[in-house]
């Protein structure tokens, strides 16, 4: 059972940067591709962005794509999202997923939530 929390979510202004931790506990982190998605008030939950196992292919959501960077510290058991040039539209509750299979778009792959920690960007 793997437990994942976030942190690092926090209110700024539009054109800041902020970045994301994902703390990861309970199982081998190296075995799991990470995922990051958002969720805004009255929408669904959306893919922002995903990384492998050895943290050598990324793949990103065309809203997000030249603007958020995901990493990942083996070391430290933390997977991290730096957002840059923040929009109102941005805001949403940031959520990390750890999925045993693949990395994917899709939600449902992946098998481990956090509780998600909100970014508000403010016009």
């Known amino acids: 059972q793997v437990q994942l929390v976030e942190s690092g979510g926090a209110l700024v202004q539009a054109g800041d940067s902020l970045r994301l931790s994902c703390a990861a506990s309970?199982?081998?982190?190296?075995?799991?591709?990470m995922g990051w998605f958002r969720q805004a008030p009255g929408k669904e939950r959306e893919f922002v962005a995903t990384?492998?196992?050895?943290?050598?292919?990324?793949y990103y959501a065309d809203s997000v794509k030249g603007k958020f960077v995901i990493s990942r510290d083996s070391a430290k058991n933390t997977v991290y999202l730096q957002m840059n040039n923040l929009k109102p539209e941005d805001t949403a509750v940031y959520y990390c997923?750890?999925?045993?299979?693949?990395?994917?778009?899709?939600?449902?792959?992946?098998?481990?939530w956090g509780q998600g920690t909100q970014v508000t960007v403010s016009s």
């Open positions: 997923a750890a999925s045993r299979k693949y990395g994917s778009t899709w939600y449902s792959a992946y098998d481990y």
């Open positions: 309970g199982g081998t982190f190296s075995s799991y591709y």
């Open positions: 990384i492998s196992r050895s943290g050598d292919y990324t």
